[in-house]
């Protein structure tokens, strides 16, 4: 019932690439699930410019910070690739939470869900080796940093969208990513990465490191 009525209070919105769904500072606005395609997420921290920090894809929702507190969005989406996402207006989150304790129940579940979102995105950057943090980058922009056969192997990706999420420089991504190149790993495109192998690159993205 709870999944009926979001999805009943929703309007399916299009996005071509470097569109943006709203930025930090806009007021509040509803939450987003992706239906198709990428957002790239960006954070400023401590004032400083907007950095992306990860890529989400289906069946993630965003968005709901200021459902929460009330305050205006402090992160950035951009649609990474032409992207396909369901907003619901907070007016309508509110409505349908406050209809019962179970809704309410189901809507905490949902957002708690972007948890683990996190937890991917620090322990990735706690990754020492830059080379198998940039392995593992490519492997969650993708969604296949926890299945090899899920997820989207052709990423919409810059090396400096990927240097900005791997806090690498862009020399060791072009370094690393040539490498996997000749491991068969990936195929390069203009700013755009195919995965090729995904099960050797998340054996070496998560392996023992030396």
Partial sequence: ?????????????????????????????GIYGVVHGAFGVALSHRGGSPRLTTVVRAPTWFGHGP????????????????????????????RIAALSSENMASLVKLLNLNMSIVIDVT??????RADRRIAATLLRS??????????????????????EMANVSRQSVNTNL????ESGWVELGYERIRIRNAKELQSFAYGVEA
């Fill in 178 to 181: 040539r490498s996997f190149e």
């Fill in 1 to 29: 019932m709870f999944q009926t009525m979001i999805l009943n209070s929703g309007l399916l919105r299009e996005y071509e690439r470097g569109d943006y769904v709203y930025h930090a500072g806009d007021e509040t606005g």
């Fill in 67 to 94: 459902l929460i507190t009330g305050e205006p969005r402090f992160l950035s989406f951009r649609a990474m690739e032409p992207s396909l996402a369901l907003q619901v207006p907070l007016s309508a989150v509110r």
């Fill in 142 to 163: 993708a969604g296949m940093a926890h299945d090899a056969a899920t997820g989207q192997p052709d990423i919409w990706l810059s090396q400096s969208d990927l240097s």
């Fill in 123 to 128: 322990g990735d950057l706690q990754i020492a």
